[in-house]
T-cell receptor, first 116, second 110 residues
Framework: DTGVSQDPRHKITKRGQNVTFRCDPI?????LYWYRQTLGQGPEFLTY????????KSRLLSDRFSAERPKGSFSTLEIQRTEQGDSAMYLC??????????????FGEGSRLTVL | AQRVTQPEKLLSVFKGAPVELKCNYS??????LFWYVQYSRQRLQLLLR??SRESIKGFTADLNKGETSFHLKKPFAQEEDSAMYYC????????????FGKGTSLLVTP
């Protein structure tokens, strides 16, 4: 297992276009998180899945954003009608199932979005 | 509002000098505190958590509930410690989100 993988690593798009990012978590992890990171900021929480259920969404996740995890394995994050303010690094993380959260999130390398 | 604050954007020290990266939190109840690190061209990864009371790569962090702080310390900095450090908190009342500070860039020069 090579850890959490994200695709694509880089995406350049024009304002108004739709983009989709994919995250493949570590196979035995049932918890999956999406974060956004802009220059000079720490990772900002977007949404959380436990298996296929989306249990929490940040207010940062506007109605142009949608995330899915259809079979409790990989996840997708789609941004519709992109805006220049969406330009950021989108990070996916996963963590172990069961019991109390340990706080150890395993991060992917991120998908960098540039909206022109 | 629940918040993690790292007051320093950049900290530069000489090799062998002590290091302290500051973190303050504003949370109701008793949050769990963590330090994450990102080395150049690597992924963000967990460095240590307060509940484990562990020392990792010579770093320790003490939770001070009175001052609501969780500063990261190392007595003798090494060049390989140069990285971006993020303090993070998990509150029992804050759902599933692990909230991060803005980070401090540590530069250790020879």
């Amino acid at each position: 297992d090579t850890g959490v993988s994200q695709d694509p690593r880089h995406k350049i798009t024009k304002r108004g276009q739709n983009v989709t990012f994919r995250c493949d978590p570590i196979s035995e992890h049932n918890r999956l998180y999406w974060y956004r990171q802009t220059l000079g900021q720490g990772p900002e929480f977007l949404t959380y899945f436990q298996n296929e259920a989306q249990l929490e969404k940040s207010r940062l996740l506007s109605d142009r954003f949608s995330a899915e995890r259809p079979k409790g394995s990989f996840s997708t994050l789609e941004i519709q009608r992109t805006e220049q303010g969406d330009s950021a690094m989108y990070l996916c993380a996963s963590s172990r199932s069961g019991g109390r959260n340990t706080g150890e999130l395993f991060f992917g390398e991120g998908s960098r979005l540039t909206v022109l | 509002a629940q918040r993690v604050t790292q007051p320093e954007k950049l900290l530069s020290v000489f090799k062998g000098a002590p290091v302290e990266l500051k973190c303050n939190y504003s949370y109701s109840g008793s949050p769990e505190l963590f330090w994450y690190v990102q080395y150049s061209r690597q992924r963000l990864q967990l460095l240590l958590r307060h509940i484990s009371r562990e020392s990792i790569k010579g770093f320790t962090a003490d939770l001070n509930k009175g001052e609501t702080s969780f500063h990261l310390k190392k007595p003798f900095a090494q060049e390989e410690d140069s990285a971006m450090y993020y303090c993070a908190a998990w509150g029992s009342n804050s759902g599933y989100a692990l909230n991060f500070g803005k980070g401090t860039s540590l530069l250790v020069t020879p």
